[in-house]
């Protein structure tokens, strides 16, 4: 190892000479072991089962793939053409049987459907060997089956898996936008969590259930979006990071310190697959922290992180000869690429995009002359490949490109309009709906007009008297009329006198001041006629009103269900109406001894609050402003009970 | 530097720079104004002058401000200012003029601001143009009639080629040529792409036209979504319809107890713009009724039932479950335990009998809001 590769140059995070290592704890998050790691998380990997088993009475030995994807079953005879061999991919599989394990043969019956024509074949393996060997695999396939039938929407979609016809419990994973509205309110353990979550609901809870006599599911039945809400939230997991942003140097004792996770080791190998081959081609030769050491400090991470590079990084020799792999991004993103149609796809001339270079033309036109790279454009990338491990949840064909780019193809200009489906409406006419209410107000205008009134007369009127100046009515118009066209006066419209007139706009001025005077009472805010109680009472009063708005909704409900089952429930209800009435007076009686202190406490206040608004209605205080606010549910939860007792007494009459 | 930064384009003018389109649905209905004026002494010519100065003071407000004055009458909806385009636009009187007659006119005019005049004239003379071609039997047979619907929706078309079109047209409010060219006010848009602010006010005599039910309520609906408000000032006759409408889309609601005072009404109610009525308790009337009559019985209900289909209210499920307005078959499997709480068990082998002197109608219903307090 060459001696200048060393650390003895000016670190990139302090100005000091100062020495970097990596620093790893050895309880939490042992160096060694990152590959192993590696090879869990990245395959995936599950060990290859095999058994041996005879198929249509032929020895052999079956085989489950490694990647749990595929089953085969191969002859035993040493034959090499005529060796029959048979390969279910697993997520044909329909269906699985198996004998129970006590039996005397084992037996496993996989039923496969052909992934073109749709027909379901079974095949029969007989197991052979020891018994032990048949329940290993049995589990491995089913877990296998699982497995692949847990990954979402693109396997899911391909094999629609007959859940109740397997024998062997291989149903998927339930994922939690499934979840039943009865499984939710049966689920006490997320009902509790959602309580702990929210205090106002807690107390809610508290006051309706524990204390009011609801019982939960009577609660919840009203709540389930909340519980859904709940457990859709807590299933979200978090996805992927800029891993390298995160890595933050420590200065300790003069060394600057950088640890490491299992985790972080395995998201940076994802993110930036350079780095995981710069890892595989080097670290046999160097240490496994001698590695990371010089990888925080060598030109490599800046340029991954997007930093600009500059004369003064140190340099090193091994990692250095990977910067100029020119792409950096090995193989990334190509996913994404399948799935952009050649119509809209710009990368053929992407040398000419000038957007890629801000506001400024492209001048050079060539790929790659950028030494360095702006944070930017470093940070975009990161984040279309965190996006592009993300499963999309939203293309649902992804899988045939050619499907998907035929749909993007239709230009909808060219497409006829899609039939609209809306239900024909046969409307009456709706004169008949409202001939009677405008009854009252119709008058007959004869009647109110005189006799003498006519068309001819009315119009000429009108005519004359609207004329913008006198001249203009030398001739009016000659209206066929059965009337005699006779020439009418021109009649001044009727003007009063000055005072007259005078007396009418105020008599306006003061209907629409009285108006206003009534709407500025109603306004919300400090105009308000309504004082609001102090804070404690007011508290009290909110979660009062809340409960018996939830009791009233349950009495109703019931109430007229017509459900000789509920009965109990409405007396429930009943009663919890009638301690709700009570609470309400307690609170109300509450409140007017609080005032009392507090009266006796300031005297001057209550004085001073009387001068503010004139137009007010004396100011309500205690008892009153309690019951004045908390008056309409009172109306309601009496309603309610009147109806009860009436309906009680219509029963019992007529028993 | 900054003169060549190219983000002006998106800064956009406060909403406060744009003018206002005031448009003007007057009823015209000339029996429905007698009938008024025998009622009230307000006659039709005496609200005509009115409504002119309260319209000369909406365009003394703003130079860009702009006025339409639509006529409701008896044979449809006619534009009074701005005139048809196309039309004489001369007053039925004005071939009979003297040369003594015109400079005397001109005389009077010369110290009238000239918008204001324009607007008058056109106004007079396009009412005089309609008065003229109106046959008194016609006036006669109609003392209800009223375009209402189209009314609104010759306003709102108008509004939309002003306000939202950009390219303006013929101009509004001031007659003159010269004026047509000024597409919108100096070009300022606001983020809803509208160049101009507008407003409605209906002055009605003439109660609800029952026929026109639906294209209102949609006329109603496309002012709301437009923001425009529709201010009403309801002479006589108590009105559904526009009631409804002043308070859906934020208008003003009047029913001037002294309809002889009725510029009073104008100025103080309907005067003020969009940006002034944000800071303004408005005198609109205290208490909109909003309960409705039932379309079976017609009577006014705190709750009813409502076909789901139509939206047609009925205070008791219709007759063989069929809605009586479009005629669609109603599942009211649900409903039938309504009338029949069940509230003691059934151990004595008898049917519950139905709750049938209650209170309300002998409709039962769920009560879960609150009964209305006084």
């Given at each position: 190892?060459p001696?200048?590769?060393?650390?003895s140059i000016?670190?990139?995070?302090t100005t000091?000479r100062l020495?970097?290592?990596v620093?790893t704890?050895?309880?939490?998050?042992?160096?060694?072991p990152i590959i192993e790691a590696?090879?869990?998380v990245?395959g995936?990997r599950m060990a290859?089962?095999r058994?041996s088993?005879?198929y249509?009475?032929k020895?052999?030995?079956?085989t489950?793939d490694?990647?749990g994807?595929s089953?085969?079953?191969r002859a035993?005879?040493?034959?090499?053409?005529?060796?029959?061999?048979?390969?279910i991919s697993v997520?044909?599989?329909?269906?699985?049987?198996?004998?129970?394990p006590?039996?005397a043969?084992v037996?496993?019956?996989v039923?496969?459907?052909?992934?073109?024509d749709?027909?379901v074949d079974p095949?029969?393996f007989?197991f052979s060997?020891?018994p032990?060997?048949a329940s290993?695999?049995k589990?491995?396939?089913?877990a296998?089956?699982?497995?692949l039938k847990?990954?979402?929407?693109l396997?899911a979609?391909?094999?629609?898996?007959?859940?109740?016809?397997?024998?062997l419990?291989?149903?998927?994973a339930?994922?939690l936008r499934?979840k039943?509205?009865?499984e939710?309110?049966?689920?006490?353990?997320l009902?509790?969590?959602?309580l702990?979550?929210?205090?106002?609901?807690?107390?809610?809870?508290?006051e309706?259930?524990?204390?009011?006599?609801?019982?939960?599911?009577?609660?919840?039945?009203?709540r389930?979006?909340?519980l859904?809400?709940?457990?859709?939230?807590?299933?979200?997991v978090?996805?992927?990071y800029?891993?390298l942003?995160?890595?933050?140097?420590?200065?300790e004792?003069s060394?600057?310190?950088?640890?490491?996770?299992?985790?972080?080791?395995?998201?940076?190998?994802e993110q930036h697959?350079?780095?995981?081959?710069?890892?595989?081609?080097?670290?046999?030769?160097?240490r496994?922290d001698?590695?990371?050491?010089?990888?925080?400090?060598?030109k490599?991470y800046?340029?991954l992180?997007?930093?600009k590079?500059?004369?003064?990084?140190s340099?090193d020799d091994?990692?250095?000869?990977?910067?100029?792999?020119g792409?950096l991004?090995l193989?990334?993103g190509?996913e994404?690429?399948l799935?952009?149609?050649h119509v809209?796809?710009?990368?053929?001339?992407?040398d000419n995009h000038?957007?890629?270079q801000?506001?400024?033309?492209d001048?050079?036109?060539?790929?790659n002359?950028?030494?360095?790279?702006?944070?930017?454009?470093?940070?975009n990338?990161?984040s279309?490949?965190?996006?592009?491990?993300?499963?999309?949840?939203?293309l649902?064909n992804e899988?045939?490109?050619?499907?998907?780019?035929?749909?993007?193809m239709?230009?909808h200009?060219l497409?006829?309009?899609?039939?609209q489906q809306?239900?024909?409406?046969?409307?009456?006419?709706?004169?008949?709906?409202?001939?009677?209410r405008?009854?009252?107000?119709?008058?007959?205008?004869?009647?109110?007009l005189?006799?003498h009134?006519?068309?001819?007369?009315?119009?000429l009127?009108?005519?004359?008297n609207t004329?913008?100046?006198?001249?203009l009515?030398?001739r009016?118009p000659n209206?066929?009329?059965?009337?005699q066209?006779?020439?009418?006066?021109?009649?001044p419209?009727?003007q009063?006198?000055?005072?007259?007139?005078d007396?009418v706009?105020?008599a306006?001025?003061?209907h629409?001041s009285?108006?206003?005077?009534?709407r500025r009472?109603?306004?919300?805010g400090r105009?308000?006629?309504?004082?609001?109680?102090?804070?404690?009472?007011w508290?009290?009063l909110?979660?009062?009103?809340?409960t018996?708005?939830?009791?009233?909704?349950?009495?109703?409900?019931a109430?007229?269900?017509?459900?000789?089952?509920?009965?109990n429930?409405i007396r429930?209800?009943?009663?919890?109406?009638?301690?709700s009435?009570?609470?309400?007076?307690?609170i109300?009686?509450?409140?007017?001894e609080?005032e009392?202190?507090?009266?006796?406490?300031?005297?001057?206040d209550s004085?001073?609050?009387?001068?503010?608004?004139s137009?007010r209605p004396?100011?309500?205080?205690g008892?009153a402003?309690?019951?004045?606010?908390?008056a309409?549910?009172?109306?309601?939860?009496k309603?309610?009970l009147?109806?009860?007792?009436?309906?009680l007494q219509?029963s019992g009459?007529?028993? | 530097?900054?003169?060549v930064d190219?983000t002006?384009h998106y800064n956009?003018?406060a909403?406060a720079?744009?003018?206002?389109?005031?448009v003007?649905?007057?009823?015209t209905?000339?029996l429905?104004?007698a009938?008024?004026?025998?009622s009230s002494s307000?006659?039709?010519?005496?609200?005509?002058?009115?409504?002119l100065?309260?319209a000369?003071?909406h365009l003394a407000?703003s130079?860009s401000?702009?006025?339409?004055v639509?006529?409701?009458?008896?044979?449809?909806?006619?534009?009074?200012s701005?005139?048809?385009?196309?039309?004489?636009?001369?007053?039925?009187?004005?071939?009979?003029?003297?040369?003594?007659d015109?400079?005397?006119?001109?005389h009077?005019?010369?110290?009238?601001?000239?918008?204001?005049?324009?607007?008058e004239?056109?106004?007079r003379a396009?009412?005089?143009?309609?008065?003229?071609?109106?046959?008194?039997e016609a006036v006669?047979?109609?003392p209800?009639?009223?375009?209402l619907?189209?009314?609104?929706?010759?306003?709102?078309t108008y509004?939309n080629?002003?306000c939202?079109?950009g390219?303006?047209?013929?101009s509004?409010g001031?007659a003159?040529?010269?004026?047509s060219k000024?597409?919108s006010?100096?070009?300022?848009?606001?983020?809803?792409?509208r160049?101009m602010h507008?407003?409605?006010?209906?002055?009605?005599?003439?109660?609800?036209?029952?026929?026109?039910?639906i294209?209102v309520?949609n006329?109603?609906?496309?002012?709301q979504?437009l923001?425009i408000?529709?201010?009403v000032?309801?002479?006589?006759?108590s009105?559904?319809?526009?009631?409804?409408a002043?308070?859906?889309?934020?208008g003003?609601y009047?029913?001037?107890?002294?309809?002889?005072?009725?510029?009073?009404y104008l100025m103080?109610?309907?005067?003020?713009?969009?940006?002034?009525?944000?800071?303004?308790?408005l005198?609109t009337?205290?208490d909109?009724?909003?309960?409705?009559a039932?379309?079976?019985h017609?009577?006014v209900?705190?709750i009813g039932f409502?076909c789901?289909v139509?939206?047609?209210i009925?205070?008791?499920?219709?007759?063989?479950?069929?809605?009586?307005?479009?005629?669609?078959?109603l599942?009211?499997a649900a409903?039938e335990n309504l009338?029949?709480?069940v509230?003691l068990?059934?151990?004595?082998k008898?049917?519950?009998?139905?709750v049938?002197?209650?209170?309300e109608s002998?409709?039962a219903?769920?009560?879960?809001?609150?009964?209305?307090?006084e």
């Open positions: 190892m001696d200048h590769a060393m650390p000016p670190c990139p995070v000091n020495h970097t290592q620093y704890d050895p309880t939490k998050h042992p160096i060694y590696r090879s869990i990245c995936g290859t089962a058994a088993a005879s249509k009475k020895d052999g030995e079956i489950l490694a990647d994807k089953l085969s079953w035993e005879s040493s034959g090499t053409a005529s060796n029959p061999h048979i390969v997520d044909s599989i329909k269906s699985l049987q198996a004998t129970p006590t039996s043969k037996m496993i019956k039923f496969v459907q052909h992934p073109t749709g027909t095949y029969v007989t060997g020891a032990d060997e290993i695999f589990a491995a396939l089913t296998a089956i699982q497995a847990s990954t979402p929407a396997d979609a391909s094999t629609d898996v007959k859940d109740d016809r397997t024998s419990d291989s149903r998927p339930k994922t499934n039943t509205d009865h939710l309110q049966e689920d006490m353990s009902q509790q969590a959602v702990s979550a929210s205090p106002t609901l807690q107390k809610k809870f508290h309706a259930v524990i204390s009011g006599g609801m019982t939960p599911v009577q609660f919840w039945t009203t389930i979006h909340l859904r809400a709940y457990a859709v939230e807590q299933a979200q978090r996805g992927s800029n891993v942003a995160t890595i933050k140097p420590k200065t004792d060394v600057v310190r950088v640890s490491l996770s299992r985790d972080q080791i395995h998201a940076i190998f697959p350079i780095i995981q081959k710069v890892y595989d081609e080097v670290v046999p030769k160097l496994e001698e590695f990371w050491r010089r990888f925080f400090l060598s490599l800046k340029k992180k997007g930093e590079l500059v004369p003064t990084d340099h091994i990692l250095d000869q990977y910067l100029k792999g792409n991004d193989g990334s190509a994404r690429q799935r952009i149609p809209i796809d710009i990368s053929g001339n992407e000038s957007q890629k801000g506001n400024r033309p001048l050079t036109m060539r790929p002359k950028i030494e360095n790279v702006p944070i930017i454009r470093t940070l990338t990161l279309s490949k965190l996006l592009d491990s993300v499963h999309p949840v939203d649902t899988r045939d490109p050619r499907t998907q780019e035929g749909v993007d239709k230009l200009d497409q006829n309009d899609t039939r809306k239900i024909l409406l046969n409307v009456k006419d709706h004169r008949q709906f409202f001939d009677t405008s009854g009252p107000h119709f008058v007959k205008p004869q009647a109110s005189g006799q009134t006519t068309g001819v007369g009315i119009l009127m009108l005519y004359q004329a913008s100046h006198n001249s009515n030398q009016p209206y066929k009329s059965v009337d066209p006779q020439q009418w006066p021109i009649q419209s009727k009063g006198t000055s005072d007259d007139n007396s706009l105020r306006a001025s003061a629409i009285s108006i206003l005077a009534i009472v109603q306004m919300p105009f308000g006629c309504l004082s609001t109680p102090d804070p404690r009472i508290d009290q909110l979660l009062t009103h809340a018996s708005t939830e009791f009233l909704r349950h009495f109703w409900g109430f007229f269900s017509g459900d000789s089952k509920k009965i429930e429930n209800m009943a009663g919890s109406l009638n301690r009435l009570e609470r309400i007076e307690s109300a009686t509450s409140a007017e609080s009392k202190l507090s009266n006796e406490a300031g005297r001057g004085d001073r609050k009387r001068s503010k608004g137009n004396p100011n309500e205080k008892f402003l309690v019951k004045r606010v908390i309409p549910q009172e109306n309601a939860i309603t309610a009147a109806r009860y007792q009436l309906a219509g009459d007529s028993s | 530097m900054d003169k190219g002006e956009f003018k909403p720079d744009l003018a206002t389109l005031q003007i649905i007057l009823d209905n000339p429905a104004w009938t008024l004026e025998s307000l006659s039709f010519p005496s609200a005509l002058s009115q409504l100065i309260f000369n003071a407000f130079q401000n702009r006025c339409a639509i006529a409701n009458h008896i044979d449809g909806t006619h534009f009074l701005p005139a048809d385009p196309g039309t004489d636009h001369r007053d039925p009187g004005e071939a009979d003029l003297t040369p003594e015109l400079k005397e006119i001109a009077q005019n010369a110290s009238k601001y000239r918008v204001f005049r324009l607007l004239d056109e106004v396009s009412y005089r143009r309609l008065i003229a071609n109106t046959s008194p006669m047979e109609s209800n009639t009223s375009f619907a189209g009314a609104l929706s010759a306003a709102l509004i080629r002003i939202f079109g390219m303006g047209g013929r509004s001031v003159g040529e010269e004026k000024v597409n006010a100096g070009g300022k848009v606001d983020e809803t792409g160049t507008a407003k409605i006010l209906v002055i009605s005599v003439t109660p609800d036209p029952a026929n026109q039910y294209p309520m006329s109603i609906f496309s002012a979504r923001k408000p529709i201010d000032c309801k002479l006589q006759d009105t559904v319809f526009l009631q409804q002043a308070d859906a889309t934020g003003v009047m029913e001037p107890e002294h309809p002889q005072g009725l510029l009073q103080v109610g309907f005067l003020p713009d969009h940006l002034a009525r944000r800071s303004l308790i005198p009337k205290v909109v009724d909003f309960r409705a039932c379309f079976c017609k009577k209900l705190d409502v789901s139509c939206l047609s009925f205070c008791e499920p219709p007759e063989g479950a069929v809605c009586s307005t479009c005629q669609v078959k599942d009211v409903l009338n029949k709480p509230v068990p059934p151990r004595k008898k049917k519950k009998k139905a049938d002197s209650l209170p002998g409709v219903s769920a009560a879960d809001s609150p009964a209305p307090t």
